[in-house]
């Protein structure tokens, strides 16, 4: 099984839709989580954290924290094209010190 | 603010010739600093991490290595490249002086390497 889950997409929303994009993993113990974003051919770049259960907002973007289900989501409002990207989720897991595992990534395509 | 330059951008390499590449901050002092390989269609792989000058940790055993010879500069290197070492390496750095499990990692803007 692996550490940090995520559908590899695509997944295709209208323009100013809603998009939701959510992550699995699979230690329970796990403390912190993170969303970056990448574009293709560039490197990621981060959009939000996440410690305590429930939600936490930033602008167009709230991130949701679910302990007890093992899942974190992104959920982007009023998408816009220029989200269209991958959004990797990263956890860190219990006893790894400041490393993170990340998921392979869900391309989101925001369609005009 | 704090930057991280990583050099050269893109590089082409034949098999089993050597690698250096060169990631530096600015703006931050003893940061923690972590170089990633991601590969096509994969996820990013942690390969070392450095939390001080000349102390690296190696999450991968592989033909690669890692120095911190300055505080701010991390070099990844390899004697021998093979055609699997392909992909994008991102250099990353943390928060200065943040215990175990509380620091946040922002990307520089990678390597994207070929070998050939």
């Known amino acids: 099984q692996k550490e940090v889950e995520q559908n590899s997409g695509p997944l295709s929303v209208p323009e100013g839709a809603i998009a939701s994009l959510n992550c699995t993993y699979s230690d329970r113990g796990s403390q912190s989580f993170f969303w970056y974003r990448q574009y293709s051919g560039k490197s990621p770049e981060l959009i939000m954290s996440?410690?305590?259960?429930g939600d936490k907002e930033d602008g167009r973007f709230t991130a949701q924290l679910n302990k007890a289900s093992q899942y974190v989501s992104l959920l982007i409002r009023d998408s816009q094209p220029s989200d269209s990207a991958t959004y990797l989720c990263?956890?860190?897991?219990?006893?790894?010190?400041?490393?993170?595992?990340f998921g392979t990534g869900t391309q989101l395509k925001v369609e005009l | 603010s704090q930057t991280i330059h990583q050099w050269p951008a893109t590089l082409v390499q034949p098999v089993g010739s050597p690698l250096s590449l060169e990631c530096t901050v600015e703006?931050?002092?003893?940061?923690?600093l972590y170089w990633y390989r991601q590969a096509a269609g994969r996820g990013l792989q942690l390969l070392f991490y450095s939390v001080g000058i000349g102390q690296i940790s190696s999450e991968v055993p592989q033909n690669l290595s890692a120095s911190r010879p300055q505080d701010r500069q991390f070099i990844l290197s390899s004697k021998k490249l093979l055609l699997s070492d392909s992909g994008f390496y991102l250099c990353a750095r943390g928060n200065t002086g943040t215990p175990g499990g509380t620091d946040t990692q922002y990307f520089g803007p990678g390597t994207r390497l070929t070998v050939l």
């Open positions: 703006g931050t002092s003893n940061p923690n």
């Open positions: 990263a956890v860190r897991v219990t006893g790894g010190g400041n490393k993170l595992t």
């Open positions: 996440i410690y305590s259960n």
